[in-house]
């Protein structure tokens, strides 16, 4: 288990520092390749530890995928907020941790009941893990359109940014 975190934290760190090196390079899209990358690679390693007998090599390619899954987390979160206007920053992120509390709740439920429809057991069980890690490779899909159009998101927030610098912050209460 401390491999798995280990190579989480390598990742989340070695993702962060990859993505901002690229575009210090030139590579604007680079917030969104870097994850982007990383989700595709986390799929065979994540799938090879899951299938495999082996309690060594299992745990290495565990900590591998656990380390690409990882990698995905910096640049994605500074993505998202390189695109959305900073006095919008806390509507964008309430309604994104609403959405994500919603599908994270159900997800056990959804997780027990599809290792029942495989089966149950042990083989429901690694059918189901195996099964989930098809987001993850759809995610990584969806960032190929992602790149093209995340340059214009980045300027037209700019652009946002600079026509609203001069105007008063909205009072609350």
């Known amino acids: 288990m401390q491999f ?3 190579g989480a934290l390598i990742g989340v760190v070695a993702g962060g520092h990859f993505s901002e090196w690229l575009r210090r390079r030139g590579r604007i899209d680079a917030r969104i390749l870097v994850p ?5 690679l986390s799929v065979p390693f994540l799938g090879g530890g899951i299938w495999t007998a082996n309690p060594w ?17 910096a640049p994605i979160d500074a ?27 159900s997800a056990p439920l959804l997780f027990g009941a599809m290792s029942g429809w495989l ?29 093209r159009t995340y340059p214009r998101g980045v300027a037209t927030a700019a652009a946002s940014v600079e026509a609203t610098a001069g105007a008063p912050r909205p009072r609350l209460g």
């Open 4 to 6: 798995l975190v280990l």
């Open 36 to 40: 982007a990358v990383a989700l595709f």
């Open 57 to 73: 090599l299992g745990t290495a390619l565990m900590t591998l995928g656990a380390a690409m899954l990882a990698a995905a987390i």
């Open 79 to 105: 993505a998202r907020l390189d695109i959305i206007h900073p006095r919008m920053w806390g509507r964008g992120e309430s309604g994104r941790m609403a959405l994500r509390l919603a599908f994270e709740g």
């Open 119 to 147: 089966g149950g057991g042990e083989k429901g069980l690694m059918l189901t893990f195996l099964l989930m890690l098809t987001p993850m490779l759809m995610a990584s899909l969806v960032a190929v359109p992602a790149r």
